[in-house]
């Protein structure tokens, strides 16, 4: 059973998406909040496995509160979904350095919406390899801060490769096909470098390639 939490000050927002997702046998709307404060709050007490946060909430936002989240060493099972009505805004990227697994525009088509937290819940990041090539053509060209004790010199040769495959946007397949290797040890390079750099999801290995300078804006 995939346990849920959803974040957003908007009663109308919760209550349709705790509709869309109750009728899934698989899926459980395990608690509600209506500002970012209480969003930490019952990602505390309930610890679902995911929590859906609007990115704009009174009290605290949905950045602060996926920061908060994801810095809790309790709460490393919980994937948080950014929800935002603007697709690719700039609140995005800061989400995603905050600690967020993807996002989701509001206006998602129902289907699309319950895969998405089936998607999360594995552990995968939400972001689709064209959805992640657009956003570092909107953000990883800006200059960043170089983030310290990455754990990057940690990697291997292999896994750094994929890791800088990743955040060009390529699916485990697509990087098989680039290493001439077989999906599931690419899956495995992924996922080991994620353990080593302490990446909650594929989102954070994204971000962790940019602003360590593992790559640029290049095409791989």
Known sequence: MIRVLLADDQPLIRSGFRALLEIEDDIEVVAEAADG???????AEHRPDIALV?????????IEATRRIAADPALTGVHVVILTNYGLDEYVFHAL???????????VQPDDFVHAVRVAARGDALLAPS?????????????????????????TRREREAVALVAHGLSND??????????????????????KVH????????????????VSRRAP
Do not use: C, W
């Open 131 to 155: 959805i992640t090539r657009t956003l570092i053509d909107r953000y990883v060209s800006q200059p960043l801060r170089p983030a310290p004790g990455t754990g990057l010199s940690e990697l």
């Open 199 to 214: 990446a909650r999801d594929r989102a954070q290995l994204v971000v962790l390639a940019y602003e360590s300078g593992l």
């Open 54 to 62: 609007d990115v704009q909430m009174p009290v605290m936002d949905g």
């Open 174 to 195: 697509e990087i098989a096909a680039r290493m001439v290797i077989s999906p599931l040890t690419a899956k495995t390079h992924v996922n080991r470098a994620m353990a």
């Open 97 to 107: 350095r905050a600690g967020a697994a993807g996002f989701l525009v509001k206006d």
């Open 37 to 43: 404060r209480e969003a930490v709050a019952r990602a």
